[in-house]
Structures are given as structure tokens and as C-alpha cells.
């Protein structure tokens, strides 16, 4: 049971446009969010976080925007470079008192093409 | 380098055989965590250590696994007897937690390969 989903396998996407990377939850219980970046042969890279009290948190290129109703959150890259070249990963946990394990979804491929 | 460092980065082992793997976590950090990936999958959570204590477990963390992290610093995962099933990327992660910080991020070494034959 995938409480964490991330439906598209792989995304191209221009250099210097805009990325977009979607993932949907189904446990109503996770209120914290993570980003995570992979290149093959490496561990994953943290990115960026938000938690359920915000909508939205920016970092540089990248914002992740949540929203709670619809279980789903996006993180947006832009503008995108060769270098975010990647797997991405959205991650979910229970804040506070819950389980402290990160819940993973199978990731989104990332191919900024030149 | 002060990042999350593991020992080995590649293991080939015949099924039935223990292996052993080694972490060493960001210094300052108090807690670390063992997840596993396999191919076309996200990083499944294993166990978690606060410090010494072991926390968490997983349902995937079979009888044949045991972690340890006996002075609270590096820490080793063991699998008896290996599977087939077992051949996946073993990752190691840390973070610092104090409290409710309102901040969970864990950092993540580069990983164990192992290859069960």
C-alpha cells in the first residue's frame, strides 16, 4: 500500500523552463514534507521541507507548495538547469510524537534537456 | 568530509553467508536511521536510533537483521543467513533532533550495495 505517490516515472522538461513534480499521500496522519534529490551511485540529497502550517516554503529555484485538502504536494523548479538532472523523491513523516521513519514514494526521473 | 560516511560501499556475498555493514553519521547528530532500496523503489525505512537506544523498528526488519549503535555514535546493521531477496542498497542517514524543532530533515550517506548470489 503506497501512502506515498509519485505517478509520473519520468519528466523532461527544457532547460530554463519551469519543473514540476507532483505527489499525493493518502495518510492523513503526515504533516511534514521533504524533497529529496538522487544521482545514480549516491544517497539522496535533502532539498527543501514544509510543514502542514504552511502552503508554501521557497528556497532558492525551489518551492514546494502543500495542499492539505487534496493530499498533494509539487515541487517546483525554476528556472531548471542540466544540473537537476535527477530522481527526485517526496518523503512524508508524522510530526511531532508519530513515527520518526520517512515514508518514500518510487521517485520521478528528471531529464532537463538542453 | 563531514558527512554520513558507510562501510562498505559494495558487498558480494553468497546466500547464506552474515554480513556486516558499517555507518558513521554527521557528529553532532543524535539520531540515525537505516532504510533500504531496491530497484524502481524509494527508500524504505528499517530502524532508527535516539542516541543508543534502539526506538523504531519496521515490519521489514526481519529476525535475521539486527542494528546496533552501541556508544551512540557509529553504527552497524547486520543480516544473517542471506537471502536473494535481500540484495538492495542498504542507506544510512542522521539528523539532530532537540525537542519539538519543527525540523526533520535526515541527511543520508551514499550507501551499501549488496549483491546476494
Known amino acids: 500500500d503506497q501512502q506515498v505517490k509519485q505517478n509520473s516515472p519520468s519528466l523532461s522538461v527544457q532547460e530554463g523552463r519551469i519543473s514540476i513534480l507532483n505527489c499525493d499521500y493518502t495518510?492523513?496522519?503526515?504533516?511534514?514534507f521533504l524533497w529529496y534529490k538522487k544521482y545514480p551511485a549516491e544517497g539522496p540529497t535533502f532539498l527543501i521541507s514544509?510543514?502542514?502550517?504552511?502552503d508554501k516554503n521557497e528556497d532558492g529555484r525551489f518551492t514546494v507548495f502543500l495542499n492539505k485538502s487534496a493530499k498533494h504536494l509539487s515541487l517546483h523548479i525554476v528556472p531548471s538547469q542540466p544540473g537537476d538532472s535527477a530522481v527526485y523523491f517526496c518523503?512524508?513523516?508524522?510530526?511531532?510524537?508519530?513515527?520518526?521513519?520517512?515514508?518514500f514514494g518510487k521517485g520521478t526521473h528528471l531529464i532537463i534537456q538542453p | 568530509d563531514t558527512g554520513v560516511s558507510q562501510d562498505p560501499r559494495h558487498k558480494i556475498t553468497k546466500r547464506g553467508q552474515n554480513v556486516t555493514f558499517r555507518c558513521d553519521p554527521i557528529?553532532?547528530?543524535?539520531?540515525l536511521y537505516w532504510y533500504r532500496q531496491t530497484l524502481g523503489q524509494g527508500p524504505e525505512f528499517l530502524t532508527y536510533?535516539?542516541?543508543?537506544?534502539?526506538?523504531?523498528k519496521s515490519r521489514l526488519l526481519s529476525d535475521r537483521f539486527s542494528a546496533e549503535r552501541p556508544k551512540g555514535s557509529f553504527s552497524t546493521l547486520e543480516i544473517q543467513r542471506t537471502e536473494q531477496g535481500d540484495s538492495a542498497m542498504y542507506l544510512c542517514?542522521?539528523?539532530?533532533?532537540?525537542?519539538?524543532?519543527?525540523?526533520?530533515?535526515?541527511?543520508f550517506g551514499p550507501g551499501t550495495r549488496l549483491t546476494v548470489t
Open positions: 557528529s553532532e547528530h543524535n539520531r
Open positions: 514544509i510543514s502542514s502550517i504552511k
Open positions: 536510533f535516539q542516541n543508543e537506544a534502539q526506538l523504531e
Open positions: 542517514a542522521s539528523s539532530f533532533s532537540l525537542g519539538a524543532s519543527g525540523r526533520y530533515e535526515q541527511y
Open positions: 518523503a512524508a513523516k508524522e510530526e511531532g510524537g508519530g513515527a520518526d521513519g520517512l515514508t
Open positions: 495518510n492523513s496522519m503526515f504533516d511534514y
